[in-house]
């Protein structure tokens, strides 16, 4: 079977082409057309999209056919391949046109960006919170280990069952939210010092009945470090981020979050730290792969929308 060829451009490819051209960013598409499969990505590669091989299911016929492949799946995180007997191929670039047949995966054409200049924005947001922490984004995979030299247990117990709170619409959802998520683990900082590691801070109020919790559980100071920066702006992109107002991190309470949340101390991550965290990440990843495979490493070209941590926009806004 043919795979990652380039074939020639269609009709069809042009239309999508035409298409990718009228909207700059942010999507990921799945076209089906003629019996074949178009896997595109926006210029910017905002949004994730990437393509598993379906692998021979049983022990017996994985060691007879290991090359085989059994057909090919596409999807925004490439964790859901595992529960399908597939296994991860490669992302689809930004701007790429992938045509997938009876004749492989194939790239039809690549979209330039709607200025040239630009770089890619992918979501920094993946890394943060969104994605799922067995997936692979840039051939990166997101989780790394913690090295902190303070003592790691878990406090809360996390239930993945139920929806994330800050895209709950009502506040009454919200906080109901963080009652059905969280059970305490008292056993492991009864009288201790926390250090509790957020991911984002978003309106605030999710990690105070989360503080609070802790200190009525028996914890003697709660400090707060958070794993982003503050979130100041919208995002235009497509994720349910509340408006400016409604940013803990646009509001008078911001000047003291500790206090208002209850905390005894509350740090947050840089936007250099933070990209720089997801850049070294995405080398490390690659120069390891490259020494597996006795290949050299390419520089990292990687870049990000860091917008509602900036006000910086991949792309300018038109109203
Ligand atoms: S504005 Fe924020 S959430 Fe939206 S795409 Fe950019 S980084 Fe992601």
């Given at each position: 079977m043919l795979t990652n060829v380039t074939a020639p451009l269609t009709l069809f490819s042009y239309r999508i082409?035409?298409?990718?051209?009228?909207?700059?960013?942010?999507?990921?598409?799945?076209?089906?057309?003629?019996?074949?499969?178009?896997?595109?990505?926006?210029?910017?590669?905002?949004r994730p999209l990437c393509i598993g091989r379906l692998i021979p299911v049983t022990r017996e016929d994985r060691e007879k056919?290991?090359?085989?492949?059994?057909?090919?799946?596409?999807?925004?995180?490439?964790?859901?391949?595992?529960?399908?007997?597939?296994?991860?191929?490669?992302?689809?670039?930004?701007?790429?046109?992938?045509?997938?047949?009876?004749?492989?995966?194939?790239?039809?054409?690549?979209?330039?960006?709607?200025r040239e200049r630009d770089p890619s924005a992918f979501c920094i947001f993946e890394y943060v919170y969104f994605a799922r922490p067995d997936s692979i984004f840039e051939a990166n995979i997101l989780l790394a280990p913690l090295q902190c030299g303070i003592q790691y247990v878990e406090v809360l117990c996390k239930n993945r069952y139920v929806g994330r709170t800050f895209i709950q619409p009502n506040m009454r959802l919200r906080q109901l939210g963080v009652a059905k998520k969280f059970g305490v683990l008292t056993d492991n900082f009864v009288g201790k010092r926390i250090v509790l590691i957020d991911d984002s801070i978003v309106r605030g109020n999710t990690i105070s009945p989360i503080i609070k919790l802790l200190k009525d559980s028996g914890a003697k100071e709660v400090h707060i470090r958070v794993a982003s920066p503050p979130i100041r702006h919208p995002c235009y992109m497509g994720i349910n981020i509340p408006t400016k107002e409604e940013l803990i991190a646009n509001r008078p309470e911001f000047k003291d979050l500790a206090g208002y949340i209850g905390a005894n101390s509350v740090v947050y991550l840089s936007v250099d730290g933070l990209t720089s965290a997801v850049r070294e990440g995405i080398k490390h990843f690659k120069d390891q792969q490259n020494e597996l495979n006795g290949t050299t490493a390419l520089p990292s070209s990687h870049s990000h929308c860091t917008a509602c941590l900036t006000g910086d926009y991949p792309v300018e806004l038109e109203w």
């Open positions: 082409r035409n298409l990718m051209n009228e909207t700059p960013t942010s999507y990921s598409l799945l076209i089906m057309h003629n019996g074949d499969i178009y896997a595109v990505r926006d210029p910017y590669g905002n056919k290991r090359s085989e492949t059994e057909g090919w799946v596409v999807s925004s995180e490439s964790c859901s391949f595992l529960s399908i007997g597939a296994e991860y191929y490669r992302e689809v670039l930004p701007g790429e046109i992938v045509k997938i047949s009876r004749a492989g995966v194939q790239t039809l054409d690549v979209v330039p960006r709607y």
